[in-house]
């Protein structure tokens, strides 16, 4: 938690300092209080006194009322100012770094617990120093404050206070020891029903199709019981905190009045209207006493979790980031759209065997590379490579003759234009979606955006939408089809005129004339960028000037159409599943 705290700026710390001072008022007025308040226990009591002292003492009690009314509404505006800014900045720092891990270090946390720790936790810590600022620098405060002034009163009021006080903080202590450890499990718990719930939502249509709902809720309910109990054992936990807190309360002023009884029965008539006084003190400033420590405990209760998703937040927060920037940010050769990898070699951070082994091969500028083999080859994992979604642990990989580690990410990925596997849609507009990001170069014109559109062979559909490209798209593209979804995320890359084009099986979904007649277009369109392609389609790569064959990561064939079909065994086996013989043949 200090860890986290000390993201908070100078402006932050210079508000909370003028919160300690304003809190320190607060409590002196409070403490105040109960000073005029046996002056008019003993006014009343006293013969001669004037109703005008008596009224003069209660003025000043309403005024130290009010005074303390304002300080902690003053507190409570600049605690919710330090509270929110705070949290803001943390769930920026918390996004920013999600943004910049790789895609193995993504996968070490879930999507859904990092959404947890953005949203839930960071709310754990707000909550925190919304109470804790005023309280956890209040209640201390007015503890000592409170003590010093009664423990020249009497031995026995003094005695019963602290007795008093040892239990609440041992209640305290036994709770804490027993519930800390499981608000762990909660936040992991939390976790598990943003993941069911997200799972449940991304995947609707085949839990309809398969009658599966019963199946998800009984899974939901498994997770969501679970938590429930572990929260209900924290919650019961925590009640017993303010019964035995008020017991101790009401205890405590018994027996003040029942010791005083007795003190004022034994003292001498002189000193029994004095000793009245103190008593009706003391039993003002011993409850100041009590509802500090029952203020300590409010915190104590939200201070567990706090601590649990500061963890959690920092375990983020401190992951080292693999993947680091180069220097390069600019053109350092005189090569433009050229891709080379040199003996390369991959596997994954936690894996035992390589995905790729050696693999070597460089395509020229505005040449066509394609990648196939069976599924589970490394064909994606291999482009991915280029853009650094992983680093290669072994070799080179070259992006216009220079190292792809030597280049600043930012610059890197201006020369790329990127489709996925996965069609990504964004909640926005057709145009937005397609003019998504700038490259680097500005704006992505109306005009530009119209054009990726028509060579991706999207124009038809999308003019045909009420708001043609103003129209709004779901998350997730879910109001358009796959084939639909894949044209318009050709479209976002066209529109960037990148140098090299990547795309990784994102033809899979369009009907064969449609994905001949994109693939002629954008050839005409892109005739001076590199493409590189992964495809599972012998119909979508036997026209590209290069062809490689992965089989189990290792390269098995490299060459035209033709020539592997001549030469390379698993390529061919491939080519005469999809065609037959006569059509490979008469393929141009």
């Given amino acids: ?39 008019i226990t003993v006014l009343v009591q006293s013969e001669g006194s004037q109703m005008s002292d008596i009224i003069h003492n209660g003025a000043y009690m309403l005024g130290c009322a009010l005074g303390s009314l304002i300080s902690a509404v003053i507190v409570g505006y600049i605690v919710a100012n330090i509270s929110s800014t705070f949290s803001m900045n943390i769930r920026k720092r918390l ?29 754990q810590i707000q909550m925190f120093i919304v109470m804790g600022l005023q309280l956890l620098i209040k209640a201390p405060i007015t503890a000592v404050w409170a003590i010093t002034k009664i423990l020249n009163k009497s031995w026995q009021w003094s005695a019963i206070t602290a007795i008093a006080v040892v239990i609440l903080l041992s209640v305290i202590a036994v709770l804490i020891v027993i519930v800390m450890p499981r608000f762990k499990i909660v936040q992991r718990l939390i976790d598990n029903i943003n993941c069911v719930t997200r799972e449940n939502l991304t995947g609707i249509r085949v839990v309809r199709a398969f009658n599966a ?19 209900l054992f924290n919650q019961k936990a925590f009640a017993v905190l303010s019964p035995t807190m008020y017991l101790v309360m009401y205890f405590l002023t018994l027996s003040i009045y029942f010791i005083g009884a007795y003190l004022i029965k034994d003292a001498m008539m002189t000193e029994k209207l004095s000793l009245f006084g103190d008593m009706v003190v003391f039993s003002s400033y011993a409850m100041q006493v009590i509802m500090s420590f029952l203020m300590l405990a409010m915190i104590f209760m939200m201070l567990p979790r706090a601590q649990v998703s500061a963890g959690r937040i920092n375990e983020v927060l401190d992951t080292e980031i693999t993947i680091k920037d180069g220097t390069i940010d600019k053109d350092t050769t005189d090569e433009r759209g050229t891709v080379e990898f040199r003996n390369v070699s991959f596997k994954y951070p936690d894996a035992d065997e390589y995905l790729l082994r050696n693999i070597s091969f460089k395509a020229e500028k505005g040449e066509t590379v394609a990648f196939i083999g069976s599924t589970g080859s490394g064909k994606s994992t291999l482009i991915n490579l280029v853009p650094r979604f992983y680093d290669a642990t072994e070799g080179e990989v070259l992006v216009d003759g220079v190292n792809v580690k030597d280049y600043k990410q930012e610059f890197l990925h201006n020369k790329l234009g990127y489709v996925s596997q996965k069609a990504v ?16 170069k500005g704006e992505i014109t109306d005009e530009k955006v119209k054009k990726a559109i028509e060579v991706a062979q999207g124009k038809e559909f999308v003019e045909k939408m009420e708001k043609q490209y103003d129209t ?27 140098e090299i084009y990547i795309f990784d099986d994102s033809f899979s979904a369009l009907d064969y004339k449609t994905d001949s007649v994109l693939r002629k277009e954008l050839k005409k369109y ?3 960028a590199t493409s590189l392609i992964v495809a599972q389609r012998i119909g979508t790569i036997m026209n590209a000037d290069k062809i490689l064959v992965l089989d189990n990561g290792k390269c098995v064939g490299f060459g035209k159409h033709k020539e592997l079909l001549k030469s390379c065994e698993v390529y061919k086996q491939i080519a005469l599943s999809q065609l037959s013989k006569e059509e490979l043949d008469n393929a141009e």
């Fill in 95 to 123: 996004f920013n770094k999600i943004g910049d891990l790789a895609t193995s270090e993504i996968k070490q946390f879930s999507t859904s617990s990092l959404i947890t720790r953005t949203t839930n936790d960071i709310t």
């Fill in 472 to 498: 709004d798209m779901a998350q997730g593209g879910t109001n358009v089809s796959g084939g639909q979804k894949q044209r318009l995320s050709i479209a976002r890359a066209i529109a960037r005129d990148p």
């Fill in 213 to 231: 709902e019963k199946y998800q809720e009984n899974k939901f309910e498994e997770v969501n019981n679970e938590l429930t109990s572990k929260q």
């Fill in 425 to 440: 849609i964004f909640n926005d507009t057709v145009k937005n979606n397609v003019a998504y990001g700038d490259n680097g």
């Fill in 1 to 39: 938690m200090i860890k986290l705290l000390k993201n908070l700026r100078k402006k932050e710390w210079l508000l909370a300092l003028i919160c300690l001072i304003l809190i320190v008022v607060q409590v002196w007025l409070e403490l105040k209080m109960p000073d005029y308040m046996s002056e």
């Fill in 526 to 528: 892109t005739k001076n």
